[in-house]
């Protein structure tokens, strides 16, 4: 008698478990949907770099990278003498909300990685980057952790979706806890879902390499919006 209660315990809990993770399989279906109505975004920041630099982009550090606004586009560039480059925005807002980070992003020179860096702090942080041969994947370096950086996944291929050498528009959405990640209003494989990333800090923006040359990526669009 002690052995059935048990086996029908075990049946419930886990016929339980099992309906949790449907409802959460199909909350995710509904989150694939690139389209919201326009009363369903509330800007929190927004660039389109039409109006030169109001919002005070970083111009370069002497000897290590440059940047400039033109035709409707932000440039910055690494010099071949520096390191990596990190161009940002501090954006403090409610990231317990629903909220989510658009940029468009076009590398000028032939660049090995194109990185998007979020929820950055002076030490750590998470990646988006996607290659020339457009395999993508996200990263994270938890200095915590030692000083190496993390993957979180292995490299997934982005053919058909990401478009090498041009302009691609990268959207990362936080939903109930989750990230969600478009390419060009494309939703990404679902194994590249995370939940419950950690945001270490408020800095937003993309990161140039060097890679023994002068390199330089550009943005047409950054935006960080809540989601209703």
């Not at 954006?91 to 950055?120: H, L, V």
């Not at 292995?154 to 979706?161: M, V």
Request: overall charge positive.
């Amino acid at each position: 008698m002690k052995i059935k209660l048990i086996l029908i315990s075990f049946i419930c809990v886990s016929s339980n478990t099992f309906a949790q993770r449907l409802l959460s399989e199909e909350k995710r279906q509904e989150y694939k949907s690139y389209s919201y109505e326009n009363n369903q975004i509330i800007d929190i920041f927004s660039d389109s770099f039409n109006n030169g630099n109001v919002n005070n982009w970083n111009m370069g550090v002497s000897g290590e990278s440059k940047g400039k606004i033109k035709n409707g586009s932000y440039f910055y560039t690494a010099n071949w003498s520096s390191k990596e480059n990190f161009t940002y925005q501090e954006i403090d807002f409610d990231t317990s909300k629903d909220f989510q980070i658009e940029i468009t992003i076009r590398p000028e020179t032939k660049n090995k990685f194109i990185k998007i860096r979020f929820g950055a702090n002076g030490i750590s942080n998470h990646q988006f980057l996607y290659k020339s041969d457009s395999e993508y994947r996200i990263t994270e370096f938890n200095n915590e952790f030692g000083s190496k950086r993390s993957y979180i996944g292995p490299w997934y291929s982005g053919k058909g979706i990401i478009n090498p050498g041009t302009s691609n528009k990268i959207t990362i959405r936080h939903i109930d806890n989750g990230f969600y990640f478009f390419v060009n209003g494309v939703f990404l494989q679902k194994k590249i879902y995370i939940k419950a990333l950690p945001w270490y800090g408020s800095k937003i923006g993309f990161v140039v390499d060097n890679f023994s040359r002068e390199n330089t990526n550009s943005i047409s669009e950054f935006k960080v919006s809540y989601l209703k």
